[in-house]
């Protein structure tokens, strides 16, 4: 019983997966970095590996609860599109890193127009503006009256697939 438990998560996990027909060959480098956001800033580009005023994938803002207390930070993209998807939050750095980088294809549903509660750790699937993919490790957040900041790892399947080779 137990064995057609773990065969049905696998199709299910298989059945929940977006095409990887367009894999990501062995010599293929796909676009990767790190960066800081800040709520100042107009938004990420992961086309453009930078801060973008014009066409931002995603931007983050200071997250406040009804007594307008701080209570972290959420991403959001400019016209609200379900862009989001929390794949993982871990109690460490190495084991975050670890599922981050273990992350072979990005999801086809389930994405969400807010990314609530941001918190190191925490790792992300982004659908772009484009509407491809891009995986998203959030290395660290600062909220506060003065300013949120989020800094983060990425890396991004410019070639439409949703696709990521294993590290």
Not at 7 to 12: D, K, S
Not at 67 to 79: D, E, S, V, Y
Not at 104 to 125: C, D, G
Request: aromatic content about 10%.
């Amino acid at each position: 019983m137990k064995i057609l438990s773990i065969i049905a998560l696998a199709g299910m996990l298989l059945w929940s997966a977006c095409d990887t027909t367009g894999n990501v060959s062995p010599e293929e480098v796909l676009p990767t970095g790190e960066a800081m956001l800040t709520d100042q800033d107009a938004g990420f580009s992961f086309d453009k590996g930078t801060i973008d005023d014009e066409a931002p994938d995603f931007r983050i803002a200071v997250q406040r609860d009804a007594n307008n207390n701080i209570t972290g930070l959420f991403m959001t993209t400019p016209n609200l599109k379900e862009a989001f998807q929390l794949q993982g939050f871990y109690d460490t750095s190495s084991l975050a890193e670890r599922a981050f980088e273990g992350l072979v294809a990005a999801p086809k549903a389930n994405y969400e127009p807010l990314a609530q509660e941001v918190k190191p750790h925490q790792v992300w699937f982004v659908r772009t503006e484009s509407g491809h993919f891009a995986k998203l490790l959030v290395l660290a957040t600062t909220a506060n009256d003065e300013s949120g900041k989020m800094a983060f790892k990425w890396v991004y399947q410019p070639n439409g697939s949703c696709a990521f080779k294993s590290s």
